[in-house]
Each structure stands twice: as structure tokens, then as C-alpha cells.
């Protein structure tokens, strides 16, 4: 399964929870990119970097989310959780 935003965290395996399914808290570390952009056929008005840590061990994610000013409607392009993966990244 692919990440997935919900709420006010991403939901994702944890490589350091031994794969297991996790909920990637929001931190209050972020950076808004503001620009009128197009991904995958879709406008969107900006680009948000935000810092996650998982509920169970702590494992630090950056969440890369195109959005219109409401993020759990923004379509998530990775969340650098995993290993093998940069955080620009789906999984
Ligand atoms: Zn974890």
C-alpha cells in the first residue's frame, strides 16, 4: 500500500516498525512553496514540505503534498519514510 494523507498525518509503513503500518504525525516544521503549478493534470496553487515523525517509534518523514490551501484534499508526491526511497518520491 501507498502513503496516504489523512487528517493531520500521513499513513505509511515504517521501515524502523518493522513494516508495519504507521500514522506519520505532522511537526510544526514546514515549508510552503507558493506557486500556481500542474501535477498530474491537476492545477494546484502550492507545494508543502512538511516534517512527520511516526507515532510508534519516532521516525522522522518529509511530506511532499501538492494542495489548493487544504491539504488532506492535496494529493501527496512522497513522504520519504522509507529507505530506498528520497522524499520527493511516491511510494
Ligand atoms: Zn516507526
Not at 508495519?20 to 515549508?31: D, I, K, R
Not at 511516526?54 to 490551501?69: E, K, Q, S, T
Request: proline letters at 2%; aromatic letters at 6%; glycine letters at 14%.
Amino acid at each position: 500500500m501507498g502513503a496516504k494523507i489523512k487528517d493531520n498525518c500521513i499513513v505509511s509503513t515504517c521501515p524502523d516498525c518493522e513494516g508495519a503500518l504507521s500514522n506519520f504525525e505532522f511537526q510544526s516544521g514546514s515549508v510552503i512553496r507558493n506557486e500556481i503549478h500542474t501535477y498530474e493534470n491537476t492545477r494546484f496553487e502550492r507545494i508543502l514540505y512538511l516534517l512527520a515523525r511516526c507515532g510508534g517509534c519516532g521516525r522522522g518523514g518529509l511530506a511532499v503534498i501538492h494542495d489548493n490551501g487544504m491539504v488532506r484534499n492535496g494529493i501527496l508526491a512522497g513522504c520519504g519514510v522509507r529507505r530506498d526511497k528520497p522524499a520527493w518520491s511516491r511510494e
